[in-house]
Structure formats: C-alpha cells, structure tokens
C-alpha cells in the first residue's frame, strides 16, 4: 500500500476561538470582556479580531514561531520611516503551558486584504504608484542599525533558483491535474528563461512575502496599510518587487517604477521569476483549503507574470 506524502500546508496546531480567547484573557486581562472573531489564517499564523480593535495572530507551526518575535522587536523602528501604515505590536504574548510560542496584539488598520477586492485592470494606478513609493521608502531604510540589532538575512533562499524549481514544477504539475492551470509548459519556460537569478550586491531591508493578501486597500483602491511583516528581513529587493509582476497589471508598472526607482534589469528578471513562484504557491495553496481569494490571486498571478 502506498502512503500518502505528507501535506506540506498543514499546521502542527489549530488555533480555535476558544483558544485565542484563553490565551488573549490569560495574558491581557486589561481588554476585558473578549469578542473574539476569526479573521484569517495563513500558512504561518492564524488571526483573531478582537474587541473590533485588535488583531491578534498566533503561529500554527514551530518553524516560523520566531517571527512573531522578530515583528515585535523591529516593526517600532520601521514603522516611522515608512508612508503607509504597517502594524506594530501592542501586545506580546508569551508561550505557557496551553501554547508554546509567543503571539502578538495589534491595532487595527482600516481597509480589506486585496485579495478580497475585484477591482478593474485600470483601477490599479494609484496603488502601484503607492505600492512603488512604499517600496522604495522601505528599500531605502539604513540597514546598519537593524542589522545591528540582529534582524537577519534570507535565511529560507527567497531567490534561490536551485531549491524554487523543483517545486514549482510540483504544485504546476498538482494544478494542472486539479484543472486549475491549463497548461504548465509556458510558465516553466518563463520560469527557466529567468534563471539563473544573479546575486545582488544590494542588501536593504525587505517584507519578505509582500503580496495581495498583505496589502489593505479600500474601495477606491487607495492603500490603507501593509501587514504581516514575520518576514522581515535584510535581503535582495527584487523579492518585493515581485509584486509588480504579480499583482500590478502591465498598464500600471510604469507608475510603479516611475515611483519606486529603475532597479535594474537583473532585478527586474528575478522579481519576475519570484512572482511566478510565489503565484504558483499561493495557488496551490489556496486550492488545498479550499480558500477561493488565494486561488484567484495565485492564477491571477501567474497570468499576470507571463505579460
């Protein structure tokens, strides 16, 4: 009998309301009588609202427990140099004996994930100019201080071609068999015309999984804020500018770029090949949990990146 290979989405614990009610009133008896509202999960953490004024998230797995920890030490100092608003920690929960990692409070900022909106290709202008002046604000940040202070380097190979294919051909071979990528022969082929991606010389600091889903907007597509930071770090660009390929339609990169800076031709072809990747994760992902917003930013993505 064959056995089935192991899921590589599911977590090492489920984080109901019950539990985050426990942990939250346990650790902050200062918020009172909790309202606690699931508001979203993804592969590292779950999200509970709470009072309708914070959001708390806790980790779902041990391998990433530490970047809650790492968004509570280094968002203060990024959060002021910066023009759209980011979250910073209130509230830094500490493991116990029902949870083993620390979680983290934060305020709520106005605005809907991306992900969730459906807005028309021409809609997408004055986001990519605020998108490409965020980016350019964050990537010019001085790295000494926060490098100083610890925060670390690409510790997971974001751009490392060698350890990305294998998977991608894997979750675009599951895609294809789900019926939900038609053809997987062009996109390989994009992906290998963009390797191999050439090492930058440039190092600033980077969001690390930057994103749909970690975009808020409103409904006249203004940014409102950029979340989830647990992958801060000090690291290659183009791993943000991923998001010019990914999310922006091709009509809108000028004012990304006019906004964020020519970064380059070698950025700009691995920016590309990220952005196939991450889609097709992203896909494959929301496909597995049945998530319809990730599935549809995820093909949306992989379309997005052959134009």
Request: net charge negative; hydrophobic share 45%; glycine share 8%.
């Amino acid at each position: 009998m064959t056995s089935r290979p192991p899921d590589p989405w599911a977590p090492d614990i489920e984080i109901d309301a019950q539990l985050a009610r426990g942990l939250v009133g346990a650790q902050f008896p200062q918020l009172g009588e909790l309202r606690v509202v699931r508001a979203g999960e993804g592969w590292d953490n779950a999200a509970y609202s709470v009072n309708d004024l914070f959001i708390f998230r806790f980790p779902r797995r041990s391998a990433t427990a530490k970047l809650i920890a790492r968004e509570c030490q280094f968002l203060p100092a990024i959060a002021p140099q910066v023009p759209l608003p980011i979250p910073v920690p209130e509230f830094a929960g500490v493991p116990s004996e029902t949870y083993p990692w620390p979680f983290a409070g934060y305020r709520c900022l106005d605005g809907r994930e991306l992900s969730s909106l459906r807005p028309a290709e021409e809609a997408y202008g004055g986001l990519a100019t605020a998108l490409g002046g965020f980016l350019r604000a964050l990537h010019g940040i001085e790295a000494g201080p926060l490098a100083e202070a610890g925060l670390p380097g690409d510790e997971i190979g974001r751009l490392d071609d060698v350890r990305m294919m294998p998977k991608l051909q894997t979750r675009l071979r599951e895609l294809s068999e789900a019926g939900i990528v038609r053809d997987p022969a062009p996109i390989l082929e994009a992906a290998e015309a963009l390797r191999p991606i050439a090492p930058s010389s440039r190092r600033t600091v980077a969001h690390g999984d930057l994103y749909a889903r970690h975009v808020l907007a409103d409904d006249a597509m203004r940014v409102t804020g950029i979340i989830d930071w647990g992958d801060v770090h000090l690291g290659n660009p183009a791993v943000d500018l991923a998001i010019a390929f990914s999310v922006i339609p091709p009509q809108a990169r000028a004012q990304f770029f006019t906004a964020y800076g020519s970064p380059g031709e070698a950025a700009l072809s691995a920016a590309r090949f990220r952005a196939i990747y991450h889609s097709a994760m992203v896909a494959h992902y929301g496909h597995r949990i049945a998530d319809a917003d990730l599935l549809h930013i995820g093909t949306r993505g992989l379309v997005l990146a052959l134009r």
